[in-house]
């Protein structure tokens, strides 16, 4: 109780315990996003074998918490102390302490940018149960993000839970939104894509984009509401489409290769939970004379 109290008294405490808290969890998001879809591979795989009547394959079974983490170059066990966010990376000069390779930039980064954010977000709602929903809200999207920039995949294991932690803070009076509020943002979400979907699959006859957009899209609905949807797809398709063209005019992507637009919808979901009526506030405002 006495850290409750320090945290609601103390607004800079508040934010500086909640960046810790980020760092420790970036660390986590960091197996979520390296494990989940090869423990989301290694379901469908049972499950298939289940279906054709086919005999187990014999397999190490990957969880978050096993096999324990260990160096992708020499298999070297990574020590508690070589595993502290941000610091060890410092320490170890992103290089293995076994075999010397380098350690990707990005394990850091991750973590940094958890912490970040999570500290962004105790500055601008303050000390309260609507700041837990958000920081929450925020590591999923996080997660969910590079999920998707490395495999395409927006798992229905996160997207779904964000969508009813939404719908949850709405009907326990937390959201700001009313349960009525939340429901129709989720039904709003998912429709709005799932249109978008099927008309560009009726002109083209391809697929445009994959049903997780939509379900994002709905648990960002549930989080903002519906009248807040334009501006999240304003923004993603905005972002979405300046890097897509970057990044084709660098070569590195081919014309016709896929762009996940998980990513985009995230960091615009993102940015209009803490900013979007500000945003719609001053937009409105320029038509004003």
Known sequence: MLLLETLSANPTFLVGFVFVVGLLVGSFLNVVIFRFPKMLEQNWKAEAREVLELPEEPTDTVTLSRPASTCPHCGHAIRWYENVPV????????KCSACGKGISFRYPAIELTSAILAAICAIHFGYGPWLAVTLLATWMLVAMAMIDFDTTLLPDNLTLPLMWLALFAALIGISPLSVEQAVTGAMAGYLSLWSVYWLFKLVTGKEGMGYGDFKLLAAL????????????????????????????????????????????????????????DTIVTAYLGLFKF
Do not use: D, H
């Not at 610091?87 to 992103?94: C, D």
């Open 87 to 94: 610091l060890s990376w410092l320490w170890l000069r992103g």
């Open 221 to 276: 609905g549930a989080l903002l509401g519906w009248k807040m949807l334009p501006l999240v797809l304003l923004l993603s398709s905005v972002v979405g489409a300046v890097v897509g063209i970057s990044l084709i005019t660098t070569g590195a992507i081919k014309r016709q290769q896929g762009i996940p637009f998980g990513p985009y919808l995230a960091t615009a979901g993102w940015i209009s939970l803490l900013w979007g």
